[in-house]
């Protein structure tokens, strides 16, 4: 399997849901690494790596989100690897402060 990196953008109602600690929980329980983050424009930002069928099912089930949430539409475009650098050093799967 291959490496995939995938940059994600939701929109909906997904801020003020649990929607970043619910990417977090089913991020994580994947093995996936990346980062999660609200924007202030009211969207949810996302990258995740890994083998390229667990993030295609993170991203099928970011269109579903917790059930709190109501997603709009999801984003999804390729990433390179330095998009990670964002997280600190040593974290797997982070979530990311708003910007």
Known sequence: MSELVRH???R??????????WVE?????RGLEGWVRNRRDGS????????????SNMIA???QGPWSARVDAVQDEAAGP???KLR???DRFAVLPTI
Do not use: K
């Not at 909906?12 to 600690?21: L, P, S």
């Open 61 to 63: 089930a970011c269109r």
């Open 12 to 21: 909906g109602r997904v801020q003020g849901v649990g929607y970043r600690a």
């Open 88 to 90: 600190r050093a040593g």
């Open 44 to 55: 949810v930002e996302a990258v995740f790596a890994g083998p390229g069928d667990v993030v």
């Open 25 to 29: 929980d089913e991020a994580s329980a």
């Open 8 to 10: 994600v953008t939701i």
């Open 82 to 84: 330095d998009m990670l």
